[in-house]
Structures are given as C-alpha cells and as structure tokens.
C-alpha cells in the first residue's frame, strides 16, 4: 500500500494556540517510521502553507480569510496525493481544515455542524460538517474566498461516531435531516465492533464507495488523549478507537484519513506523549497494523 502525508498547522478554527503544532508533534513522535514498519510506502508531501487574501468579513467567522485560503490549498494537496494512488493522510491542525477534504465517518466528541449563525463561539472548527453538505448549504451566506469549495457531500454519507458535547440547533439538523449519528451511550449499548459496522452500512449500503475517516483526537476520552483544546469526558477509549480502525481497515476501501485537534501545548509532557502515541496507533490501525502481529512478507516465505 501507498500512503501520503500532509501537515496542516493551522489554528485559526479554534482560540488556543498549539494546535498547529500538531503536525510536527504526531512526526516527532515517530508516524513515518512506525508506518514504514507496516510495509507501507509512506512519502511526507510536507506542509501546508498559505497567504491569506482579504476577503469581506463575515459574520461571527473571525479568520475565514485564512480558513479559506489554507484548506483551499490543502484541498489541491489532497489530490496530487491521491493522484499517486496513495491513501491520504491528513494532520491537522484543527478540524476546520476538513473542509479541504471530504469524509465519510466523522469520529468526534462534537457534530462540528454549526452555522456562523447557530455557533456559540464563532470557531470554524465547530463548523466543517456544515460546510461540506449540500443540503446545509442553503443555510449560509456567501462565503468570500471559498467559493472553489463546492458542498459536493450528502448529509446522508456522513455518519458519526463518539458524539457527546452537542449544541441544541447540532441536535435539530441531525433531527431534521435524520443524520446517522451513534454517540457514546450507542456505543455503550452496542459495542464498538456493531457501531462501526450499523454506520457503514447506513452510508455506503453496497460497500462500494471509497472512505474517508475524519478522526477529532477529542472524541477519545480525556484520560487517553488529553492535549486537545476542547476535551469532553467520558470518551473511546484507545481500544475502542483502535477496533473501528481496524474495522475501517479491513473494508479494503479507505483512502482519506484526517488526524485533527492534537494539541502538544496543552497538559504536560506526559500529556503530550499519550496523545501523540494515541495518533499513531489509531492511524496504524487503519493502515493495516493488527495486534495479532504482522506477516512475514511475500518473498520470504515462499
Ligand atoms: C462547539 C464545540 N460545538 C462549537 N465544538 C468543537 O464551538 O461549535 N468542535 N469543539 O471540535
Ligand atoms: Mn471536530
Ligand atoms: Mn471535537
Ligand atoms: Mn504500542
């Protein structure tokens, strides 16, 4: 398998700093090396980088200027890896800047489905669902500078998995537009393992669509994962993350993965070296690492 790394560090969805060093945290910690022992061929496409244009301002969007220009960019990225018929990895960053990719399960504490309108606090990180679906598209103004961003996503191919900390007009869109949508006590009633498999089956029934995962670190719980700007207890626990990796995994049809919310300024160094190993063991985990213990190579063997 072939495999495309890029870095997003970019903070401008959300008010604390830290997050974009992300990127380089997960690296540090050993992602390319850990992938490469998968016998994977992993290549870092870098980082992402951008100049902001001046754009109007919106309405309680403070930065959508650079919100535009940097998923922008990072959306041009995504193809060129995907060009080379490599599965995309994207770190973030904050979880804006899935508005430059596009996904399928949204594995996260919060729905990210705000309006500028409906959110409390004006962060674009809480907005990115709502950004990319078609039929939420009616619900926003014009956008300046994202205008390359076309809503080509169907609220029903998105479903969501970790659900926890929802605001009430998240709660009426998911209602009103019947989103698939398992939070933490689906998973309590269910399991992990049948959770992973009801929302597959809800947005992709033929097993034929290509998958993309959008992992928010967040929807971990705090204890296993707590360099993140907006923690919410009682959270997946490593396992259960790592199981619907696994999952996701064996569909043979994954090909984005974004890794969002890691931030290494938040807690201590210990802190720090949970959530970023917690990174990597859920991105090995979707690229083909199982704790049963890999295989000898073709080659060896026979
Ligand atoms: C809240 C929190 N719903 C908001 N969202 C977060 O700000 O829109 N998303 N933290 O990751
Ligand atoms: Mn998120
Ligand atoms: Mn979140
Ligand atoms: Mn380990």
Redesign the pocket.
Known sequence: GKVGIIGVPFEKG?KKFGVELGPDAIRNAGLLKDLTTLDLDVKDFGDIDYYPETTGDIINMPHLSHVAACTKNLSNRVQEVMNENRVVVTLGG??SVSVGTIDVLWV???????TNIT?????V???PVALLTSELSDYWPHLPGMDWQKPMLSIRNVAYIGLR???RY?RLVIEKFGITAFGMEDVERYGIHDVVHMALSRIDPHCNKSLHVSF?I?SLDPLEAPST??PVRGGLSLREAIHLMEEVHRTHRLNAIDLV?VNPKIGDDNCVKLTTEAAIHVLQAALGHTRRGLKVPAGITD
Request: glycine share 12%; charged share 30%; aromatic share 0%.
């Open positions: 959300q904050d979880h996260d504490a919060h729905a990210d489905l705000n959110s409390n606090s004006g962060n990180h809480g907005m900390s929802v605001d998240e928010d967040d700007g907006t919310e």
